[in-house]
Nanobody
């Protein structure tokens, strides 16, 4: 069992930035592919970005060039730097850990973009 705790959400003006962080409670953080998903009001949860244990990152097209995912295996954390925010980025952002067929979710952190 892996517990994931997200932090860093908040209310930001359009064009602003936030840094989301997720801390995992596991002694084997280094084996997990870590990801970020988001769920906007009235929409399905969608994949945003992921980073493999080796540090290879990938992103959904709508966030490429604006979002950066990174991980620190020594600290058991995965971060998501989000820049140039727009109202369409408003959502609850969830951290996810995956290894084989096992997957774990955090509780989510709210990101709201509004002027």
């Amino acid at each position: 069992q892996v517990t994931l705790v997200e932090s860093g959400g908040g209310l930001v003006q359009p064009g602003g930035s936030l840094r989301l962080s997720c801390t995992a409670s596991t002694s084997r953080f280094d084996i997990y592919t870590m990801g970020w998903y988001r769920q906007a009001p009235g929409k399905q949860r969608e994949w945003v970005a992921q980073i493999t244990p080796e540090g290879r990152a990938s992103y959904t097209d709508s966030v490429k060039g604006r979002f950066t995912i990174s991980r620190d295996n020594a600290e058991n954390t995965v971060d998501l730097q989000i820049n140039m925010l727009n109202p369409q980025d408003t959502a609850v952002y969830f951290c996810h850990a995956r290894w084989g067929t096992s997957g774990y979710w955090g509780q989510g952190t709210q990101v709201t973009i509004s002027s």
